[in-house]
């Protein structure tokens, strides 16, 4: 077959198995699932109230005609990039592709329909909820690493150097319940061979590849379950009420004073490995 053909047949394969799977593997997330989510991430990683990780990826393509460096990043190649919410069983949950490569991060969070459907209150969000074991309320949370900012739903670690110890405690603890969105991405890249060089195609079919190959993983974790190499754990939970931060002058919805809340409960809940 022409090369042209088998450029339409890979189009439209594509685009039908994001149509097909998409609403089978990956639905948009209702409250209900996202308090599932939650239950698992303090099951299997020990933190609570959380919805999912999330992390950008650069998809490396070639460089779109009269794109100038819209798409060239600071890894010094053309690329789209793969915004990724991930559950804790390395499911993609919310995804946006189709970002510019010179974005960071951090822009491509603030132009992606994720970002507008959480500054609305209109992502399904739970209501907020008591940390296990204590009578503090807070809110379900996003966790970002430091180029997000920090919101209301979206923890991000203390910043600086020579942080305190029960600062230190949470970067920790943060970091290691983030690892699932690496570990996602890390299986996307072995598992679809079409990663390991740029895609040859338009931005619009890159994206498309990039949606299909995600809603695809979720489709084997779910018919094959995944695997997790991690040493087994013991949770120790506070036997007394927390301890509440200083901060009472503040407002409910201040996102420091929600990262400070959680920072109290983590350092108060310590975890013992086996």
Not at 17 to 44: C, G
Not at 53 to 61: F, N, S
Not at 204 to 210: K, L, P, Q
Not at 249 to 271: Q, S, W
Request: net charge positive; glycine share 6%.
């Amino acid at each position: 077959m022409g090369s042209s053909t088998v450029g339409l047949i890979v189009k439209e394969t594509v685009e039908i198995l994001w149509k097909i799977l998409q609403p089978l593997h990956m639905p948009v997330p209702t409250s209900d699932t996202f308090r599932k989510i939650a239950e698992e991430y303090f099951n299997v990683w020990n933190f609570p109230n959380c919805l999912g990780a999330i992390d950008g990826k650069h998809i490396r393509i070639n460089c779109p005609a009269h794109s100038g460096t819209m798409y060239f990043n600071y890894k010094h190649f053309y690329s789209i990039v793969l915004q990724a919410v991930v559950d804790a069983n390395y499911r993609f949950t919310i995804i946006d592709v189709g970002g510019y490569g010179k974005q960071s991060d951090g822009g491509t969070f603030r132009s992606s329909d994720m970002y507008k459907l959480l500054k609305n209150k209109q992502l399904n969000i739970p209501l907020n909820e008591y940390l296990p074991s204590t009578n503090t309320l807070v809110p379900f949370v996003f966790m970002g690493d430091e180029a997000y900012p920090l919101l209301e739903n979206l923890l991000k670690p203390y910043s600086g150097e020579n942080l305190e110890k029960d600062s230190e405690c949470f970067n920790k603890r943060l970091s290691r319940a983030r690892k699932t969105v690496e570990c996602a991405f890390g299986i996307l890249y072995s598992k679809w061979r079409i990663f390991s060089k740029a895609i040859e195609t338009t931005e619009r079919t890159a994206d498309n590849i990039v949606k299909a190959c995600c809603v695809l993983q979720n489709m084997v974790i779910d018919k094959e379950g995944v695997q997790r190499h991690l040493k087994d754990i013991v949770f120790f939970p506070a036997e007394m009420a927390m301890q509440r931060p200083q901060h009472s002058g503040r407002t409910a919805d201040n996102a420091k004073l929600k990262r400070d809340t959680f920072k109290i409960y983590i350092c108060n809940n310590e975890i013992g490995y086996l």
